[in-house]
């Protein structure tokens, strides 16, 4: 039955499809030709020594064309091009030239003008080309793409293909992006855009970003459909669009990063921009949920109305609610090249500048509204985009900001649902009503950990005798009307600071004292572990200092750091913990990072809204909050974060309470049901899908050991584990109780599951040994997993399949002894073949060995071959590579030369040693043969002519130079 392949199944489909939406298919063939590729002769790193990454001719007729006035001659444009720095910054200056603001001197003007190289307008103005094969070689490394994409003879954004059958097929396609990025990162100067498809699913990023957050799958209704995915993200319109709008450079902590907005985001910026044009209507609300790049859209919305011809020039303003936010959006508004913004930092520059109808984007503080005089200006085409909506539907919004701009449009951006108070409705009532629903636009929290924007939180009551008094919990918080909807921090405050006799329960000696015990020892075994962060919220300042001087105690210092805005008239226990605000500024940075201090931040205000910081997956909570701020303040947690060098993938985020505020959940998100549901969940859901999973999916696996894991209990699940799909499956599951078995434990709640689960995980290490690839350098479980897997080893004594045989004379007759199974003994050998040849990487012998080992395990493990079949086969590789020593010994040949001399006879090149011992002198000449281009091609040279001084005709000499190449890079790069 035949078997999908990368070509026929997902590659040579994406090509048919593109062709059908208007994409002109060009074969590499002629792709290599218009490249510049050399025509014949050489390896193909050779011919593409001096090839150029584009479709030169096209690009230089498409530059006369769109640019009446271009006089330079061809190649010129090219070669600036080429001297772009192959990093995120040439690729930044690079979509600046796409964007059609590059420059070209013009001699008649005596002046640069802007190069015009895409017309977005006229779109069959363009040549759209598709091809694939896509070769680069830069001297060191060469790379291949599977399909590009070329607009006017520029390539612009790559798919990478893979197997439809394959595990993990997508996230492979990514690696290999990502590896490209760092071998032959010259693709990354033009091409903005990559994707990864197995037919299945599509995934997409933006080039130099592969952090997993930052890509997206692009979303059809149904599972499949490689056709639609294709024709939609591949339409030309959407390829324009995204390369002139949705592509963004923006600096974070001092770092440049690149982003593309995804789906919704896209989806809310047309939304908006329809909005504020259309004649009839004047209000809109977005919610896109917390942590799902509510600000990008919202710039994004900013710069396309600025720059849409029927806004007439108008005023935007950017409402935004925290000073830290301020700078951070100058700068990107900076990046994205809008030189038309003012900051109106006081009201009177704000006043002013309205009332001189100022064209431009405003960027100001919702509060700077207060007092601001009636009808400043009465112009329609003033757009005002409101962030955080849901906590300026008071008075300052109502009494002064739309009077005072009585004819504008106005957009509220909400990061939390809205509410079921009087507060919340408000906001419905001031954005939402002219929209059935009451959204403009609409991407909720469920949407949100399904694409994996956001994560799913979980949470944990505190032990009761640490729980806020609930007593007063119910006097001074609950039953207080005004906290009801409260939807900034600094309100929370005001009122928390009515509440003394919970404050004072809250910060009582004892209590912190309980409190830091517990947090320490608590993240020391669940969360440290993890390699994750933590926050520690408090209910003030005071008691920011006092958990810091008491967390010092069972933590070392350097473990904890506080956080807060300081004051001149604070007590000296406040002032001890004073920062500045560079040094604040390092801390933020070095929290953020894996394996730095601090690992624990203690905050009360700060923080708690708008800090991104992907690896903080804890949150201890001991200061009441509902609501919105509550809702903000968790979401800190729940930001994805993966760590491919540590195999970290965060599951989630978690909250302990220590005020018992989850204990009332529904009072204390008052939000729709299904909203709070999607928002957090208890841990208990957590052990009941871990007893579940223990119940139900582990007696399958757990049956299949049958005498106390012996040697013949290996044998079984060897040969039990053979087929490829029982093994995934098998994997996905245990993977799964491993990470909820990590994040529950240390917990009373797991001790009758301890023995399963180790057997469990003994079991998963067998099959995991036998059939993954060199398992003698990985790192098998999670921290607490191994240490519990350890102690069992040592106790029960379970034979693992890691006992490596040294490959040699005796191996052959030492496996015919061993008692275990023949399914183990083909095991062994070719993993010790394989460890053998990584140990000797530079004998090509054993690398060639290596390979024949690995096609015998992949026709056992399909069962085209017996287990003794294999063992044959093995056995025999064995001693075929001994007599291969022997004859080499009796040479007194080194490796490379008898490796020459053998595949010399094998072609039947005459004088077969005289030959390989001059070809062994050109390799000695040319020591830099691996890693330069120009050595390499000289030692070519040098051996086709001491093969040919033997042979009559130069063709078969070319076929055995192409073939000994061919066979020493596989063996020199299988390392």
């Given at each position: 039955m035949p078997k999908p392949g990368e070509h026929k199944t997902v590659q040579g489909r994406i090509l048919e499809y593109a062709q059908e939406i208007g994409w002109t298919f060009v074969s590499q063939t002629e792709a290599e030709q218009r490249r510049g590729f050399r025509a014949n002769g050489g390896s193909i790193a050779e011919r593409a020594a001096k090839a150029s990454l584009y479709f030169d001719y096209l690009l230089f007729t498409k530059a006369r064309e769109f640019n009446s006035k271009y006089s330079e001659a061809e190649g010129v444009l090219i070669g600036r091009l080429r001297r772009l720095q192959a990093n995120i910054f040439g690729n930044r200056e690079f979509l600046g030239y796409l964007r059609n603001e590059g420059k070209f001197f013009c001699a008649d003007e005596n002046r640069e003008l802007d190069l015009k190289l895409i017309d977005f307008k006229t779109i069959e103005d363009n040549v759209f080309e598709v091809t694939e094969e896509f070769y680069v070689h830069n001297g060191a490394y060469g790379n291949r793409e599977d399909v590009v994409f070329l607009i006017n003879g520029i390539p612009v954004m790559v798919i990478e293909c893979k197997n439809a059958d394959m595990d993990e097929a997508i996230a492979i396609g990514i690696d290999q992006i990502r590896r490209y990025h760092d071998e032959t990162p010259e693709f990354f100067v033009p091409e903005m855009i990559f994707t990864a498809t197995e037919a299945i699913g599509f995934s997409y990023g933006v080039t130099w970003n592969i952090v997993r957050r930052n890509i997206f799958n692009w979303k059809q209704k149904q599972i499949g459909k490689l056709e639609a995915k294709v024709k939609s993200f591949c339409d030309?319109?959407?390829?324009?669009?995204?390369?002139?709008?949705?592509?963004?450079?923006?600096?974070?902590?001092?770092?440049?990063?690149?982003?593309i907005l995804a789906q919704h985001?896209?989806?809310?910026?047309?939304?908006?921009?329809?909005?504020?044009?259309?004649?009839?209507?004047?209000?809109?609300?977005?919610?896109?949920?917390?942590?799902?790049?509510?600000?990008?859209?919202?710039?994004?919305?900013?710069?396309?109305?600025?720059?849409a011809p029927e806004s007439e020039k108008p005023t935007i303003l950017l409402m935004i609610d925290r000073n830290e936010l301020e700078d951070q959006m100058i700068k990107n508004l900076a990046a994205l090249g809008l030189h038309n913004v003012e900051h109106a930092s006081r009201i009177r520059k704000l006043v002013k500048l309205l009332r001189d109808d100022y064209r431009g984007i405003i960027v100001t503080m919702i509060h700077k509204f207060r007092d601001m005089p009636e009808n400043v200006n009465k112009r329609s085409n003033i757009f005002v985009m409101i962030d955080e909506a849901h906590r300026t539907t008071g008075g300052d919004l109502g009494n002064f900001l739309m009077a005072g701009l009585p004819n504008a449009t106005y957009l509220g951006f909400s990061g939390t649902p809205i509410d079921k108070t009087v507060y919340g409705r408000g906001t419905f009532k001031t954005f939402g009503c002219e929209d059935d629903k009451g959204y403009l636009h609409k991407y909720s929290i469920v949407e949100s950990i399904e694409d994996r924007t956001t994560l799913p939180l979980f949470y944990n009551l505190a032990p009761n005798e640490m729980l806020a008094n609930t007593e007063l919990m119910e006097k001074e918080f609950w039953s207080l009307a005004e906290t009801e909807g409260v939807a900034d921090i600094a309100e929370l405050n005001k009122i928390l600071d009515r509440a003394v006799n919970l404050k004072n329960f809250l910060k009582g000696n004892e209590r912190v004292d309980k409190i830091v015990k517990y947090v320490a020892g608590h993240y020391r075994e669940n969360v440290e572990p993890l390699g994750y962060k933590a926050l520690l919220v408090a209910v003030d300042r005071p008691a920011c200092a006092m958990y810091k001087k008491a967390l010092d105690k069972y933590l070392p210092q350097e473990y904890s750091e506080v956080v807060y805005s300081g004051d001149h008239n604070d007590p000296p226990l406040l002032k001890q913990f004073h920062i500045e605000e560079k040094k604040e500024k390092q801390i933020r940075k070095d929290f953020i990072r894996f394996g730095q201090f601090p690992k624990i931040l203690i905050v009360t205000q700060k923080l708690l809204t708008g800090f991104d910081a992907p690896i903080l997956y804890a949150m201890y909570l001991d200061k009441p909050m509902r609501d919105h701020t509550l809702l903000q303040a968790i979401a800190r947690v729940n930001r994805p974060y993966e760590n491919e060098a540590e195999e970290m993938v965060k599951p989630h985020g978690f909250v302990l309470d220590f005020v018992g505020i989850f204990d009332k959940l529904e009072k204390a998100l008052a939000f729709d049901s299904d909203d709070v549901d999607a928002i957090i969940k208890d841990l208990k859901l957590l052990k009941e899908t871990f007893m579940n999973k223990m119940?139900?999916?582990?007696?399958?696996?757990?049956?299949?050991?049958?005498?106390?894991?012996?040697?013949?209990?290996?044998?079984?699940?060897?040969?039990?584990?053979?087929n490829k799909e029982r093994r995934k499956e098998f994997f996905k599951e245990y993977k799964e109780i491993e990470m909820l078995y990590e994040i529950i434990s240390p917990d009373a709640f797991l001790r009758p599951f301890i023995d399963d689960y180790t057997t469990l995980s003994a079991i998963y290490d067998v099959v995991r040994k036998a059939y993954t690839k060199k398992v003698y350098v990985d790192r098998a479980f999670q921290k607490k997993t191994n240490e519990l897997v350890q102690q069992h080893i040592g106790t029960d004594s379970i034979e693992y399949i890691t006992e490596f045989v040294e490959i040699n004379a005796e191996t052959v007759e030492l496996i015919k002894k061993k008692k275990s199974g023949k399914g183990t003994k083909v095991i062994n050998l070719i993993k010790s073949?394989?460890?053998?040849?990584?140990?000797?990487?530079?004998?090509?012998?054993?690398?060639?060995?290596?390979?024949?080992?690995?096609?015998?395990?992949?026709?056992?493990?399909?069962?085209?071959?017996?287990?003794?079949?294999?063992?044959?086969?093995?056995?025999?590789?064995?001693?075929?590579?001994?007599?291969?020593?022997?004859?080499?010994?009796e040479k007194g040949f080194d490796d490379l030369t008898f490796f020459v001399y053998r595949n010399l006879l094998d072609a039947g090149v005459g004088e077969a040693e005289e030959v390989s011992r001059n070809v062994n002198a050109a390799f000695t000449r040319r020591p830099n043969w691996q890693k330069s281009e120009a050595e390499l091609r000289e030692l070519r040279k040098e051996v086709t002519f001491a093969i040919y001084a033997k042979m009559e005709d130069l063709d078969p000499v070319v076929r055995i130079v192409d073939n000994l190449f061919s066979l020493l890079a596989k063996a020199y790069t299988i390392k």
């Open positions: 030309r319109r959407h390829i324009l669009d995204m390369l002139k709008h949705f592509i963004v450079f923006a600096e974070k902590d001092e770092e440049l990063n690149k982003y985001q896209v989806g809310a910026v047309h939304r908006v921009v329809d909005r504020c044009l259309d004649p009839e209507r004047t209000r809109g609300l977005v919610w896109h949920t917390q942590g799902s790049g509510k600000t990008f859209t919202m710039i994004k919305a900013a710069e396309m109305l600025f720059k119940k139900r999916k582990s007696p399958e696996y757990l049956g299949l050991i049958k005498r106390n894991f012996d040697d013949r209990d290996v044998d079984d699940l060897i040969e039990y584990f053979r073949i394989e460890k053998t040849a990584d140990e000797n990487s530079d004998d090509p012998f054993l690398i060639a060995m290596a390979d024949r080992a690995k096609a015998v395990q992949e026709s056992y493990e399909n069962r085209q071959m017996s287990t003794q079949d294999a063992l044959n086969e093995l056995l025999a590789e064995i001693e075929r590579n001994e007599k291969r020593k022997k004859d080499q010994a």
